[in-house]
């Protein structure tokens, strides 16, 4: 199991959670499933803030197929509980969404950013003061229901070696961001010096770092790479 945040998360009145529960909530084939809360709720509640980030969404993602109802109750509750110290299931307003259409199951999240009780701001998840959280989360979740785990080394995806990458520049870009983005999906990589330090791992030297990209040195000439993954900015999450 790991833990994702979405990249979307409600910028002003500009930004309507309503994008954020109808992708939760219109699935092929009844592979969307209410578990728990009420997503048009919470999307009411989102959409009547004047806050700049209206809401929190994301999900619980693991390599299981499904997992008994008791267990998905349980761990529901425990992200809550480490996401919320502290506070009272009154203050907050939460939903929660199963995916299955995918081969896998998904807990999908939803929270209007607001303590019900104040009307004041509450901000669940901020990743640079968050994230050792929601990887210790990860870890214990997976160690005591006993769930795929990312971080086994027997699970961890390659990329591409640096002898092995094609002589064509396209191709080569090509192949190093699946590479990279296999590593990402595995929970591997997270912002752009997680993707500096797999390059390197796989045995490519950074050439030069500029905001927009990356170059490594291959036979010959630098590679540049651009796209997403080699922006400074870069933060992994799945996008709406």
Known sequence: ?????????????????????????????????ILQGDPRLSQSI??????????????????????????????MARFEKAMFAGLEPE???????????????????????????????????YDRADRPLAENFKQVINHEYNLSDPNDPTKQKSLIDRKDLPTDKKQALQAITD?????????????????????????????????????IKTDGQNLRLKGAFYEQDFRFSNDL
Request: charged fraction near 25%; aromatic fraction near 8%.
């Open 179 to 215: 590479g990279l983005t296999a590593l990402a999906n595995a929970g591997h990589i997270n912002d752009r010096k997680d993707v500096i330090n797999a390059l390197e791992r796989a045995g490519f030297e950074i050439a030069r770092i500029t905001p927009k990209n990356l170059s």
């Open 91 to 125: 203050q907050y307003n939460i939903a929660w969404v199963q995916h299955t259409d995918k081969g896998r199951l998904e807990l999908n999240f939803v929270i209007p950013n607001v303590e019900l009780t104040t009307g004041k701001r509450l901000q669940p998840y």
């Open 46 to 75: 989102a959409d009547s803030l004047d806050f700049n980030n209206t809401y929190t969404a994301g999900c619980l993602s693991f390599e299981e197929k499904d997992l008994p109802e008791s267990q998905k109750r349980e761990i």
């Open 1 to 33: 199991m790991i833990v994702k945040f979405f990249k979307k998360h409600g910028k002003g009145k500009a930004s309507s959670c309503k994008a954020c529960v109808d992708y939760l909530l219109n699935k092929p084939d009844d592979t969307a499933q």
